[in-house]
């Protein structure tokens, strides 16, 4: 068995692609609340709390980041499992091997698994499954698009890409590769009725539509052991105040927190964990000018760069609790290279100079997406920054559940993210190649896709150089405004702990790591 030959992730990687900045301005704390007596909780439920609503069950519409995902990790079986420190192993696939130009996937299905309602889960199930995915017209298609499979016997299924993907190992473990029932997929209940293939199967009676998601366990899952709570209960709860409330009182065992909020949960005997999981900062879309013609020139992108004071960001936004950075990949990357973090300095009278030289001396116009209270609260400094070197940013309201689809269909030119961190190849699909996710409008010069083509088929030193190549060149051509290294924090409450820091693809504890 061979997982996808990269090095394993730091402990200084991780968490969530659109779950921005913290807050601006500190909180006023609230009162210390009287916790639950832990003998008196019943620890057969564990309760989480997560930001993210729930939308479609549909397998296709699932996304491979933000607590979202433990609604689908509890239905859903996967091929293969992301491991917390960036490998590959196995998952409903007992054995797999990623050929050595990695452009073939072998994966042997575990014997005698099945879904929910009794159905087998095979390789038939598998191909109807990655089919659903490539069609669905969910964000992770592009992870599998041109894949074809193929399935020998029941037990067998080959995936085989037309040009190397070195991370085709690493999508079987998220979202691609979860194993759907084919009767479901093909049902008009595929968005509101899931039929698990997971740990848990989802229990509609005893849930509340959009804002409680309860779940029991199934006895008959292949690693059932793994899952030490009998029942699951996922409640929405958005807003951060509000979660870090419910840990307080008990209510939930555990949820994502704000780093304002770390010395409240500290002090109310909450168990905190904290790894650097995103680049905060500035995506620019519209590297081509389609929409706003002036980012086509890589000076006014340069520009853009040198209004933001990333020491100041650091210390003032993230109350220190945040690392200026200027490039988009993590400081335990092979593709870090730390020099590049001095290559704009902040300077106003120098970015307008820039900005004259490229022929936009009065500036231009930009709309930009408003979508969060994160996004709401990055946002003013964005405008009042741009605003300096004549660049006038008008924000658009979205709606939180159609915010991320619409940002993905190319209507904005540039957008504020938390860009997750993990290895240096899936940062390169995630936001650099020309297939990548979050390249919206499809981006690319004749010199980065040869040096992201040679990466996707290249394994240790020879990917590390790549990789830091890619590097130097979005940084130099500002394809990004980055601002600073994010600090995530988890925190549990009343006995409940996770086994180590969440794996850098998930962004958030999975599961299988509660007890």
């Known amino acids: 068995m061979r997982a996808d030959a990269r090095r394993p992730i730091g402990r200084l990687t991780l968490a969530t692609a659109a779950a921005a900045i913290a807050a601006l301005s500190l909180p006023a704390c609230s009162a210390a609340t009287e916790t639950t007596d832990p003998e008196e909780k019943d620890y057969s439920v564990l309760t989480l709390a997560a930001a993210t609503p729930p939308a479609s069950w549909d397998p296709a519409l699932q996304t491979s980041a933000f607590d979202g995902t433990w609604q689908w990790t509890a239905v859903y079986d996967t091929l293969l499992t992301c491991n917390e420190d960036g490998t590959v192993g196995p998952g409903a696939a007992e054995d797999f091997e990623l050929a050595d130009d990695n452009t073939t996937l072998s994966l042997t299905l575990r014997d005698g698994m099945t879904f929910e309602d009794g159905a087998p889960v095979d390789a038939a199930a598998v191909t109807a499954s990655i089919e659903h995915m490539q069609n669905g017209g969910g964000s992770d298609a592009v992870r599998v698009a041109g894949l074809t499979v193929d399935a020998p016997d029941e037990r067998t299924v080959v995936i085989t890409s037309p040009e190397p993907r070195g991370l085709l190992a690493t999508y079987m473990c998220l979202s691609p590769g979860i194993i759907a029932s084919p009767e479901a997929i093909a049902s008009a209940d595929v968005d509101s009725v899931p039929v698990s293939s997971g740990p848990y199967a989802f229990d509609a009676a005893a849930s509340t539509s959009g804002s409680v998601l309860t779940f029991t366990k199934r006895a008959d899952y292949w690693n059932a052991d793994a899952y030490?709570?009998?029942?699951?209960?996922?409640?929405?709860?958005?807003?951060?105040?509000?979660?870090?409330?419910?840990?307080?009182?008990?209510?939930?065992?555990?949820?994502?927190?704000?780093?304002?909020?770390?010395?409240?949960?500290?002090?109310?005997?909450?168990?905190?964990?904290?790894?650097?999981?995103?680049?905060?900062?500035?995506?620019?879309?519209?590297?081509?000018?389609?929409?706003?013609?002036?980012?086509?020139?890589?000076?006014?992108?340069?520009?853009?760069?040198?209004?933001?004071?990333?020491?100041?960001?650091?210390?003032?936004?993230?109350?220190?609790?945040?690392?200026?950075?200027?490039?988009?990949?993590?400081?335990?990357?092979?593709?870090?290279?730390?020099?590049?973090?001095?290559?704009?300095?902040?300077?106003?009278?120098?970015?307008?100079?820039?900005?004259?030289?490229?022929?936009?001396?009065?500036?231009?116009?930009?709309?930009?997406?408003?979508?969060?209270?994160?996004?709401?609260?990055?946002?003013?400094?964005?405008?009042?920054?741009?605003?300096?070197?004549?660049?006038?940013?008008?924000?658009?309201?979205?709606?939180?559940?159609?915010?991320?689809?619409?940002?993905?269909?190319?209507?904005?030119?540039?957008?504020?993210?938390?860009?997750?961190?993990?290895?240096?190849?899936?940062?390169?699909?995630?936001?650099?190649?020309?297939?990548?996710?979050?390249?919206?409008?499809?981006?690319?010069?004749?010199?980065?896709?040869?040096?992201?083509?040679?990466?996707?088929?290249?394994?240790?030193?020879?990917?590390?150089?790549?990789?830091?190549?890619?590097?130097?060149?979005?940084?130099?051509?500002?394809?990004?405004?980055?601002?600073?290294?994010?600090?995530?924090?988890?925190?549990?409450?009343?006995?409940?702990?996770?086994?180590?820091?969440?794996d850098p693809y998930f962004q958030v504890p999975q599961l299988r790591s509660f007890s």
């Open 228 to 502: 030490p709570y009998e029942s699951l209960v996922i409640t929405v709860m958005p807003d951060a105040t509000a979660r870090l409330n419910a840990l307080k009182t008990g209510q939930v065992d555990g949820a994502m927190i704000a780093g304002e909020t770390v010395a409240e949960a500290e002090a109310s005997r909450l168990e905190v964990l904290e790894w650097t999981d995103a680049t905060n900062g500035i995506v620019v879309f519209d590297r081509d000018g389609a929409i706003v013609p002036a980012l086509a020139d890589a000076r006014v992108r340069r520009a853009m760069n040198m209004v933001f004071d990333r020491e100041a960001i650091a210390t003032g936004l993230f109350q220190g609790r945040a690392q200026p950075t200027a490039q988009m990949f993590g400081p335990d990357s092979d593709a870090y290279l730390a020099e590049l973090d001095d290559t704009y300095a902040y300077d106003i009278e120098g970015a307008r100079s820039l900005l004259a030289e490229a022929g936009y001396a009065d500036g231009f116009d930009i709309e930009i997406p408003s979508r969060s209270p994160q996004t709401d609260q990055a946002n003013p400094l964005i405008t009042q920054q741009l605003a300096q070197i004549g660049i006038t940013v008008t924000e658009t309201p979205l709606a939180a559940a159609s915010a991320i689809p619409e940002i993905l269909s190319g209507r904005f030119a540039m957008t504020y993210i938390a860009m997750p961190l993990s290895s240096p190849l899936w940062n390169v699909g995630q936001s650099i190649s020309p297939t990548a996710t979050w390249n919206v409008l499809d981006t690319q010069t004749a010199e980065l896709t040869a040096l992201t083509d040679a990466a996707q088929a290249a394994q240790g030193d020879e990917l590390a150089e790549l990789t830091q190549d890619i590097n130097r060149y979005v940084v130099d051509n500002a394809w990004f405004v980055p601002w600073s290294l994010r600090t995530a924090y988890f925190a549990t409450a009343g006995d409940v702990t996770v086994d180590g820091v969440p």
